[in-house]
Structure formats: C-alpha cells, structure tokens
C-alpha cells in the first residue's frame, strides 16, 4: 500500500520559515519525481516544486529563490524548505510522487499540510 505522509505544517509569521517534509512507503522511492503541491481556499491546486529521479529540481515562478526542494533516497523523502513567507503562501500543501512510463503516468498523493502565514 502506498503512502505519502506529509508534516511539518502550520501558522507561522511573515517573513517566517517553515519546513515540510514528505515520508513515502510503499514505492521504490528513487525511481519517483517527487513534488510539492499547494491549493489555497478557492483556487485550483498548482505546483510549487518538483525534483526529478537524477535530482533535477524546477520551481514555480512565485517561489523561486525562497523554497527548497529536496530529498532523501536513504531515508525515502522529500522536504520543502520555505523561508521568507508571505500571506499568499498560505494554503494546503500536498506531496506527489510521480512515475512516468512509456505507458502510463502513474501519481500518488498526500493527503495534505495546511500551511498558514499570518501574523
């Protein structure tokens, strides 16, 4: 069975740093492009960050320069690291794990952090 389990969320100040992180099991993690997706209240969800298999990271525009992405192959996750926080970053932040195969595209979800920055 698979799972994704997300923590790491929570209310922090602007200006703030928080970190997520993502455990995963029942994959074989290294072969997976892990990613961090967030939604805000009204809007739809959209992509935050991604790195690939090899470690190649891309970011949304909104985030870049103060959101890591990272992981962890030994210990099967994937962290965000989020500093200098803005209200607008607030929202539910959701780990993906992704596979692409000449077949299919299989994806695998989180069931979520809620993120909020306010002061």
């Known amino acids: 069975q698979v799972q994704l389990v997300e923590s790491g969320g929570g209310l922090v100040q602007p200006g703030g740093s928080l970190r997520l992180s993502c455990a995963a099991s029942g994959i074989f993690f290294n072969d997976y492009q892990m990613g961090w997706y967030r939604q805000a209240p009204g809007k739809q969800r959209e992509l935050v960050a991604f790195i690939t298999s090899s470690s190649f990271t891309n970011y949304a525009g909104s985030v870049k320069g103060r959101f890591t992405i990272s992981r962890d192959n030994t210990e099967n996750t994937v962290y965000l690291r989020m500093n200098t926080l803005k209200p607008d970053d607030t929202a539910v932040y959701y780990c993906?794990?992704?596979?692409?195969?000449?077949?299919?595209?299989?994806?695998?979800w989180g069931r979520g952090t809620q993120v909020t920055v306010s002061s």
């Open positions: 993906n794990a992704k596979l692409t195969t000449m077949q299919k595209v299989i994806d695998y």
